[in-house]
T-cell receptor, first 111, second 115 residues
């Protein structure tokens, strides 16, 4: 079945450091790929998405590129802030199906 | 534009009682999904519904759990005879279609505590 694998956390960075959270996937079809963010005590918010190979999703300084050849969708940000501290979930969806999530990666940014 | 609305936000039940969790999807959305999140864990799919139909219930426990999305009114996730292991955050999400590029929009969840 479809699955998503994320790097384990927590990831702890200093403010203004470069962020990478790795995500790889396995899917039988041609999925769309998503990153969601969850702040403490809240639901998930869509951060960005990409719907086909080589697409780049971007939002709030975060970026991820859909790499079909490596089945990856790594999340990056050039300069993190304390307010970026949250849990980040990589997810995929194929036509007619549910969203399948990775286990989530905790990000902690220290000032 | 109201987002996905879930209520109650917090629910406390004693073992053996019933829990009813409600979800109103975003306006114009007819696809509803329920997920469960245990502490320090990711989200596990439970059930996918369209109006009056269950499309995929592969993540639902076989006993005590049921879900519905009637023609009128919110979607309901019902847990009968709750046990301590049911304590979790339950998230509802909705989408406008079942196409792969249609993102899910999540509510803020119902945090169920079973005492």
């Amino acid at each position: 079945g479809d699955s998503v694998t994320q790097m384990e956390g927590p990831v702890t960075l200093s403010e203004e450091a470069f962020l990478t959270i790795n995500c790889t996937y396995t899917a039988t079809g041609y999925p769309s790929l998503f990153w969601y963010v969850q702040y403490p005590g809240e639901g998930l918010q869509l951060l960005l998405k990409a719907t086909k190979a080589d697409d780049k999703g971007s939002n709030k300084g975060f970026e991820a590129t859909y790499r079909k050849e490596t089945t990856s969708f790594h999340l990056e940000k050039g300069s993190v802030q304390v307010s970026d501290s949250a849990v980040y979930f990589c997810a995929l969806r194929t036509d007619g199906n549910k969203l399948v999530f990775g286990a989530g990666t905790i990000l902690r940014v220290k000032s | 534009n109201a987002g996905v609305m879930q209520n109650p936000r917090h629910l406390v039940r004693r073992r053996g009682q019933e829990a009813r969790l409600r979800c109103s999807p975003m306006k114009g959305h007819s696809h509803v999904y329920w997920y469960r999140q245990l502490p320090e864990e990711g989200l596990k799919f439970m059930v996918y519904l369209q109006k009056e139909n269950i499309i995929d219930e592969s993540g639902m426990p076989k006993e005590r759990f049921s879900a519905e999305f009637p023609k009128e009114g919110p979607s309901i996730l019902r847990i009968q005879q709750v046990v301590r292991g049911d304590s979790a955050a339950y998230f509802c999400a909705s989408s406008s279609s079942d196409r792969d590029n249609s993102p899910l929009h999540f509510g803020n969840g119902t945090r169920l505590t079973v005492t």
